[in-house]
């Protein structure tokens, strides 16, 4: 079988982000992958509801999406309102995606609350990145989904390139 992978609505070009607007990745492989049928696309917060533009949104205190499966942090907008509950619902769905297409990478967005997976931000709204990753990522790592971030696709090319249709390191 071959390899799926599991992407960011918003690298696929689609205007899905908090502010409305998309961070398309374009690369050989994405377009290579499209073509070839790989590519499962979706934006976690709209597969729970939520809307697009919405208020952004940062896991709190510092901490990361592993705290918030966990309990032990939540996901605020910068209005004050709490959407942890939303962000759990679209990790479940991605994961649920995952699941069921046979997606066992994802390469999604950093820097996300669900998304990110090599950094996020500090949840203050300052700006200021942290090393971490959102609800999404974490959900997924969790369950066995090899996830890069946009910034990691050479990575993904190069753990994916020996794939010959047979399955990916042993997989089928």
């Not at 960011?8 to 499209?34: E, F, N, Q, T």
């Not at 004050?80 to 990478?105: W, Y």
């Not at 996300?112 to 942290?130: K, L, M, Q």
């Not at 794939?163 to 390191?169: K, L, M, Q, Y």
Request: glycine share 14%.
């Amino acid at each position: 079988m071959t390899a799926r992978i599991l992407v960011s609505a918003c690298l696929m070009g689609h205007a899905v982000r908090y502010d409305g607007a998309s961070k398309p990745l374009i690369h050989p492989a994405v377009d290579r992958w499209r073509r070839e049928g790989r590519l499962v696309t979706i934006c976690p917060e709209m597969s729970a509801g939520m809307p697009v533009p919405r208020p952004p949104a940062e896991i709190e205190g510092g901490r990361t999406g592993a705290d918030v499966l966990a309990g032990r942090s939540r996901v605020l907008e910068k209005t004050g309102g709490d959407v942890t509950s939303e962000f759990r619902r679209a990790a479940e769905n991605a994961l649920a995606l995952a699941r069921e297409t046979n997606c066992r990478f994802a390469l999604l967005i950093d820097g996300s609350p669900s998304c990110g997976s090599g950094f996020i931000y500090d949840g203050r709204f300052s700006g200021e990145r942290i090393a971490g990753e959102g609800v999404t990522a974490a959900l997924l790592r969790a369950n066995g989904v090899e996830v890069y971030s946009d910034r990691e696709i050479e990575t993904l090319v190069a753990r994916i390139g020996g794939d010959t249709g047979n399955g990916v390191g042993g997989w089928q």
